[in-house]
């Protein structure tokens, strides 16, 4: 099986699954290959080989809902791929109005999984997707200078326009601002260097994304404020 190779991704095949997988240990002729946790090479484990697909269409041209096929496959039969995923626009609101200080935007890429507080997970499961969304903030916040002090406002851009309760996506805004402290942006996330996260929810993205807008704190203005 020519398709199977290490260090390539393979991504789920059902629709709502955003799984995705590297190859870290495949001979030609095994029955089962050992594959990570793309994004972080973590829970390494042996899967199936009858599960790692050329392409994610059957013969038929037929979208597999089961199974992973590679990221970087291009299916030459069955329905058309969808268009790739262009990059939101920035955002429009003013979430600091008339507020003093230096601004930042941290954008995470879309279709990440994400925490919510009602969710009842593995405590691995939790484990692996706070420590992807950690990683993708501390990516997205390279180049950042280092504050002090700063007010986080949080936006959840949701993927369809149904109602939500963003204080539930905490868990993830929390793993967001962990992943600044990780990049040195801040020198903790504790209430003498931090206000917030407060959480909105933002404009509809394909697929949902987080995005952190960091306001910095001037001394005369934050000292009051942070001590209370």
Same mark, same amino acid.
């Given at each position: 099986?020519?398709?199977?190779?290490?260090?390539?991704?393979?991504?789920?095949?059902?629709?709502?699954?955003?799984?995705?997988?590297?190859?870290?240990?495949?001979?030609?002729?095994?029955?089962?290959?050992?594959?990570?946790?793309?994004?972080?090479?973590?829970?390494?484990?042996?899967?199936?080989?009858?599960?790692?697909?050329?392409?994610?269409?059957?013969?038929?041209?037929?979208?597999?809902?089961?199974?992973?096929?590679?990221?970087?496959?291009?299916?030459?039969?069955?329905?058309?791929?969808?268009?790739?995923?262009?990059?939101?626009?920035?955002?429009?609101?003013?979430?600091?109005?008339?507020?003093?200080?230096?601004?930042?935007? /941290?954008?995470?890429?879309? #279709?990440?999984?994400?925490?919510? $507080?009602?969710? *009842? !997970?593995?405590? %691995?499961? +939790?484990?692996?997707?706070?420590?992807?969304?950690?990683?993708?903030?501390?990516?997205?916040?390279?180049?950042?200078?280092?504050?002090?002090?700063?007010?986080?406002?949080?936006?959840?851009?949701?993927?369809?326009?149904?109602?939500?309760?963003?204080?539930?996506?905490?868990?993830?805004?929390?793993?967001?601002?962990?992943?600044?402290?990780?990049?040195?942006?801040?020198?903790?996330?504790?209430?003498?260097?931090? /206000?917030?996260?407060?959480? #909105?929810?933002?404009?509809?993205? $394909?697929?949902? *994304? !987080?995005?952190? %807008?960091? +306001?910095?704190?001037?001394?005369?203005?934050?000292?009051?404020?942070?001590?209370?």
């Amino acid at each position: 099986m020519n398709h199977i190779r290490k260090g390539r991704v393979f991504a789920a095949c059902h629709p709502q699954d955003t799984a995705r997988i590297r190859i870290v240990q495949y001979e030609e002729g095994d029955s089962r290959a050992l594959v990570a946790d793309a994004a972080t090479g973590a829970r390494q484990r042996l899967i199936l080989v009858s599960s790692l697909h050329p392409t994610a269409v059957t013969g038929t041209g037929n979208r597999r809902k089961s199974g992973y096929a590679p990221e970087d496959a291009r299916p030459v039969t069955g329905p058309p791929a969808p268009p790739p995923l262009e990059e939101p626009a920035a955002e429009v609101t003013d979430w600091f109005d008339g507020m003093p200080g230096r601004r930042f935007r /941290v954008a995470l890429p879309p #279709r990440l999984l994400l925490l919510n $507080s009602n969710q *009842r !997970l593995h405590h %691995h499961r +939790r484990a692996d997707i706070t420590r992807v969304l950690r990683r993708a903030a501390w990516a997205a916040s390279r180049g950042l200078p280092f504050l002090e002090q700063a007010h986080i406002i949080g936006v959840l851009h949701p993927e369809d326009r149904q109602r939500r309760d963003p204080a539930n996506w905490y868990p993830s805004f929390k793993a967001c601002v962990d992943g600044l402290v990780d990049q040195g942006v801040l020198e903790d996330d504790d209430h003498t260097r931090v /206000v917030g996260p407060d959480m #909105r929810i933002g404009h509809v993205v $394909s697929g949902s *994304r !987080l995005v952190l %807008h960091l +306001r910095e704190l001037a001394a005369v203005e934050s000292a009051p404020e942070l001590r209370k």
